[in-house]
């Protein structure tokens, strides 16, 4: 038994077919040392660990809280020399707040920052915070943790070194 990847079925639409192939030949007149990514993401007060370790023929178990404690909404900026810049919103965000420049729909898998989320909301899932004080201090904590090998890593993933 294997792992399901599971992908918006959006993407095998003929439009959004030639929107990314477009947007793949756009990429390929520019310099990625120009690029910087933008994306949110959100995170909350019950974050956990996935995956844990138990004797054989036991089962893993933790805990986390009822209530998630409302969701944060997590805003950062990479590019290949790492995270650099990031900031934390309470709740959702909106229009006001944030303005996705591409659609996300047509390129997460092209974007080196939804990685980066990744690795970071894995570091947040095992500090397991369960206040908005101890929550912003683990992401102040794990943009230390994203490094220009990471982000060099994430760029070249995606297909944006040829």
Known sequence: MQKKSLYASEQDTPRVQELRHDYRRWLDKIDVRNLVFVD???????????????VDGERAVGSIPGSKGGNVSLIG????????ASMTVPG???????????????????????????????FLRSCEARTHESLEQAMAEVVNFITEDDAFGWFNHCGLFT
Do not use: H, Y
């Not at 944030?98 to 989320?117: A, H, Q, R, Y």
């Open 40 to 54: 949110e993401a959100r995170i909350n007060l019950s974050m956990s660990r996935l995956f844990a370790r138990a």
């Open 77 to 84: 900026a990479l590019n290949l020399d790492g995270l650099i």
């Open 92 to 122: 959702s965000t909106n229009t006001e707040v944030f303005i996705t420049l591409l659609n996300p729909g047509l390129t997460t898998d092209l974007s080196p920052i939804e990685l980066c989320w990744s690795k970071l909301k894995q």
